[in-house]
């Protein structure tokens, strides 16, 4: 390590730490090395880069090695402190404040050095939070596909998991019971209470102190299973989640719990025992598996990417559109090309007009079965639809795969079929020349904004909760 390398901050406090040991002042080193104090001075506070042939004659006066000088770590906690201090006061976070440094020497009392860190790191986090912008939360949800992608979206660790925990409550055989999940909430060492005064941003609260988890006493209406709630809360415990460091960290951690509940929901042995016994009748059905294990359409779609292509060798993809085209959710590792903005990003995308999760809606009864395959750039994909009502509108829950694996679903024999030319315009984002020549001009649309799409991880104790809320929740409950 050459001394360009090194934070010069450390090596100043490094510096003056090593002269004091050695009773030497600022004259007394000046003097043996050839240098005048005050560009000594200026090494030791962190503001002057010193030539390697300084800093051999500074290590020969103290009689060190100059790797002494060169050591990342600071020479004490309190050096350390004031290394922390300098650079925080360094950003152009701080200089736009336009508040004066606080030197950290000697006449800077302890208790308001770890003062002055304290605010300064409350500070950073802060500003870190605010800037998750949409870009920054578009970035880490691309960054957690692209790792979705790389193991099949399939987590040989959570599965594990779950099987440990199905075991410890002698859970043997098909779907998993509601006395099932009380069995396993004890067995983890909690009581599940069901309670009218949720807070609204919450989908459960957990008291940890008493081991309890509360849940809303009526169902939500938000399409949340509330079994699925109750294991999700749990998987956070049995696959040790800590508070989220940043966006990508809170995702990470949503993925893992869902996966875990779901996992437990329908666990992998009987689920692949179904789905190897559909698969050997060519008659692969996503609704059958939702109503073999009793859990919504939507869950019973992702544990299906889950399990098909690392059991069956299925390439897959996954994708939850809204009646508009807009995409909300989306997984692949089929090579379909989702639609992207220039970070990569796939939500709040338009699908094209042509692929089955958008011409679903069109059909004549868009709540029966639907099958579709749809000839693309990247090649021909079979795909099978399903739309739910929500209070936000109309969704569809697509699954699809390539041509040459519809041969194993039920509906792989459609005659339905279209053609996606997109992202060429032509396709369907131009509209056709007869209606631009006669309303070019003419008309001027307000745009619909999707404001959930634009908004980063909220800022807080807990993630996108109302921390007040939870507090005065818990409180109310621990004195009845």
Not at 20 to 44: C, F, H, W, Y
Not at 56 to 71: F, S, T
Not at 236 to 250: E, I, M, T, W
Request: hydrophobic content about 40%; glycine content about 6%; aromatic content about 8%.
């Amino acid at each position: 390590m050459t001394a360009s390398e090194v934070d010069l901050v450390t090596l100043g406090q490094r510096l003056r730490h090593l002269r004091r040991s050695k009773n030497m002042t600022l004259d007394q080193l000046s003097a043996v090395v050839g240098r005048a104090p005050s560009q000594l001075s200026l090494i030791e506070n962190g503001k002057r880069e010193p030539k390697l042939s300084v800093l051999q004659a500074i290590a020969g006066a103290l009689g060190v090695p100059m790797q002494d000088l060169l050591r990342p770590e600071a020479p004490s906690r309190r050096a350390g402190l004031e290394i922390e201090l300098a650079h925080f006061q360094r950003s152009a976070a701080y200089s736009t404040l336009g508040l004066p440094a606080v030197r950290g020497g000697r006449r800077l009392p302890a208790d308001a050095l770890e003062s002055l860190i304290g605010l300064h790191r409350e500070l950073a986090r802060r500003l870190t939070e605010q800037s998750a912008t949409p870009e920054v939360a578009r970035r880490a949800n691309q960054q957690l596909r692209e790792q979705m992608r790389e193991r099949d979206n399939y987590f040989a660790d959570i599965e594990q998991a779950a099987a440990k925990v199905l075991q410890s409550v002698k859970h043997t055989t098909g779907p998993l019971s509601q006395r099932g999940i009380l069995d396993i909430a004890a067995q983890l060492g909690f009581t599940l209470h069901y309670v009218p005064d949720l807070p609204g941003s919450t989908r459960s609260v957990t008291d940890l102190r008493n081991r309890r988890i509360y849940l809303p006493q009526i169902a939500s209406g938000k399409g949340h299973d509330p079994r699925a709630v109750v294991l999700q809360t749990l998987g956070h415990f049995v696959l040790g989640h800590a508070d989220p460091s940043d966006y990508g960290d809170f995702l990470r951690q949503r993925v893992e719990a869902n996966y875990f509940a779901a996992a437990l929901l329908m666990p992998e042995k009987f689920a692949v025992d179904f789905l190897r016994d559909a698969k050997a009748d060519r008659a692969l059905a996503i609704d059958d598996f939702r109503d073999a294990f009793g859990v919504s359409y939507e869950t019973a779609a992702h544990r299906f990417t889950n399990l098909a292509t690392h059991h069956f060798g299925i390439p897959v993809h996954f994708v939850r559109v809204h009646e508009s085209g807009t995409v909300y959710k989306a997984y692949e590792n089929d090579n379909v090309r989702f639609p992207t903005d220039v970070t990569g990003a796939i939500e709040g995308q338009l699908v094209c007009r042509q692929w089955a999760s958008r011409t679903v809606f069109h059909a004549a009864d868009p709540y029966s079965s639907f099958y579709q395959f749809t000839d693309t750039a990247a090649g021909t994909y079979w795909c099978t639809v399903h739309v739910e009502s929500t209070r936000s509108g109309e969704f569809s829950v697509t699954v699809g795969t390539p041509f040459e694996h519809a041969q194993w679903f039920r509906g792989g024999d459609t005659s339905r079929r279209t053609v996606s030319r997109c992202p060429d315009p032509s396709c369907c984002r131009r509209p056709p020349e007869t209606l631009v020549d006669s309303w070019s001009g003419q008309a001027w649309p307000s745009a619909r904004v999707h404001s959930h799409l634009l908004a980063a991880l909220p800022a807080g104790t807990f993630p996108g909760v109302d921390a007040q809320d939870v507090y005065e929740f818990l409180e109310r409950r621990s004195h009845p």
